[in-house]
């Protein structure tokens, strides 16, 4: 069996990051032609584009501000312009803070973590969603997280914009359904990315000792589920968020 993605536009927010650029590659890698978003490293998102174009595939790189509807709503003149309508939205951007108590977090953290991973969503999908709607079929994938299931201390703000999206994401399934477009979640774990390998930090007992397979799972790994998730594969599945978490989270 071969996941075959020719023909098929994908748009990935947040490309440039450590997790981002691998669903790129792994998307192109099955024939997707592919939207590389950036904010800031152009530099990246450009060398993503050669990547993809050495391959066969048509890539073209566009910066925005995923929490602003201005910017997203450019966004989607552009990539129309360029590629097309997309048929994959991989909402994958996300903005990180230092983890602190609820006392001691900025207020102003709690609204900038709920506009990157709640708003996002909710802009992409009022930019996109109706042209996916036209064409009866589509894949809207968001990148949520194992903390959304714990709520640990000391990660409130996070935990709390996650769990806003894992809300938002339900009902959009079910009024996404109707329409032929697919909504769904991946929940990764503490994933080991390039700059791990690089860093030398692959391994990390005290955390791997909780996990069932008792490791951290590969950004691939995580790639490969949204891949799943943006196939043919996963026709009959909406509604879901996905543990890629070795079953560190179990939902």
């Known amino acids: 069996m071969e996941i075959n993605l020719k023909g098929k536009i994908a748009l990935v927010t947040g490309a440039t990051g450590q997790l981002g650029r691998v669903m790129v590659r792994t998307l192109a ?12 490293n152009k530099s990246m998102a450009d060398s993503l584009v050669g990547e993809i174009t050495a391959i ?3 890539a073209v790189a566009v910066q925005a501000d995923i929490t602003d509807a201005a910017s997203v ?9 360029a590629l097309g309508e997309p048929d994959i939205i991989v909402n ?3 903005i990180q803070f230092v983890w602190t108590s609820v006392i001691e977090q900025d207020i102003a953290d709690f609204q900038r ?10 802009l992409t999908a009022k930019a996109f969603l109706p042209a996916m709607y036209a064409k009866g079929s589509g894949r809207f994938i968001g990148i949520n997280t194992e903390c959304s299931a714990q709520c640990n201390a000391n990660a409130s703000a996070y935990s709390l914009a996650k769990r806003g999206m894992d809300g938002l994401y339900r009902a959009l399934a079910k009024e996404a359904g109707p329409n032929g477009v697919n909504v ?3 929940a990764p774990g503490w994933t080991i990315s390039d700059k791990d390998r690089e860093e030398h930090t692959e391994v990390v007992p005290a955390y791997s ?4 397979l008792r490791r ?5 790994e995580i790639a490969n589920v949204v891949l799943f998730l943006a196939s043919e594969l996963s026709s009959f599945i909406t509604g879901v968020c996905i543990p890629v978490s070795g079953g560190n989270v179990m939902v």
Do not use: E, L, W
Request: proline residues 2%.
């Open 92 to 94: 994958n951007a996300m």
């Open 56 to 58: 066969g595939s048509r």
């Open 216 to 220: 951290r799972g590969t950004d691939q």
């Open 73 to 81: 709503n450019q966004m989607r003149d552009t990539i129309k312009s």
């Open 113 to 122: 973590q709920f506009d990157a991973c709640v708003m996002q969503s909710v």
């Open 29 to 40: 890698s099955c024939g997707a032609d592919v939207v590389v978003h950036y904010h800031n």
């Open 209 to 212: 000792a909780n996990v069932p």
């Open 184 to 186: 769904n979640q991946v």
